[in-house]
């Protein structure tokens, strides 16, 4: 396993992951101009960057998650219900991937596809900025924020959609606050990437002795970057500047389209 590659992927990882740019799309097509195994073990390594990623989310809602443990082990019916409407909107995505999971891989397969998707992330982003531009405030979440948000994450199982772009966009589309729709965003993704990283935990502990450091180098540089990329897409929200992220991922499909089509 190199170092230099891994650290790389971290980084992107890290970054892509919170923004709404496409951490999955990113990577697929980091992947494919790195070429075939230039980290070595290809799907360990990107799990372990999914937990480092999955480790910033819990330090940086830990206090909404200690609320919400303390609250159920209450009984508190607040937090019962926020519980329920997470459990609602996971299952159409894991409906999505156990139903679609060749087709899924094979998108992941296909560069040409995946900078295709890319773009019409960045559509999808703009036009939520236009919407947003002309909608009132929001709420805290309820049944149809779930419903919007659950569904949006089926289709963001797709390399170069972003989860955390179209479950934003989706429910603050459906009436939800942008903050609130963000802190619902990320609380439903622990439960996604906490199940795939102990999917492959077996795998994980499989790595050889030497690849450990490369391995843990990475896992640190995806939670510190995935960190900052929290802090700075939440200093964002409110202030309707997603569509930023829309343009630069016109931008990347145009030139990644290019490249490809260009042989590169």
């Known amino acids: 396993m190199r170092l230099l590659p891994v650290l790389l992927l971290a980084l992107v990882q890290g970054i892509a992951e919170f923004l709404p740019i496409s951490s999955s799309g990113h990577l697929a097509l980091l992947g494919r101009f790195l070429g075939p195994g ?66 899924i891989e094979s998108a992941f397969s296909s560069p040409l596809l995946v900078a295709v998707l890319l773009g019409i992330n960045g559509v999808i982003l703009l036009v939520s900025g236009l919407l947003r531009g002309r909608a009132p405030g929001g709420s805290g979440p309820g049944l149809r924020h779930a419903v919007a948000g659950g569904l949006a994450q089926a289709v963001a199982i797709l390399p170069g959609i972003s989860r955390s772009g179209s479950t934003i966009s989706a429910m603050t589309a459906s009436g939800m606050a942008q903050t609130d729709a963000a802190r619902f965003s990320f609380l439903m993704s622990i439960p996604a ?14 790595l050889d002795q030497a690849d450990i450091p490369v391995a843990l180098a990475g896992f640190a540089l995806s939670f510190l970057a995935g960190c900052a990329s929290l802090r700075l897409l939440i200093g964002m929200l409110g202030r309707n500047r997603l569509w930023v992220f829309g343009v630069y991922c016109l931008v990347a499909s145009v030139a990644a389209t290019a490249v490809i089509l260009t042989g590169g």
């Open 38 to 103: 230039a980290t070595g073990e290809g799907v360990l390594i990107e799990v372990v960057l999914h937990l480092g990623t999955l480790c910033s989310v819990l330090v940086f809602y830990r206090t909404d998650l200690s609320r919400l443990l303390s609250g159920l082990s209450r009984g508190a019916a607040d937090a019962w219900r926020l519980l329920l409407l997470l459990a609602l909107a996971s299952i159409p995505a894991a409906a999505v991937g156990l139903i679609f999971e060749d087709g």
């Open 193 to 206: 990437v906490a199940g795939a990283g102990l999917l492959e935990a077996r795998g994980i502990a499989s």
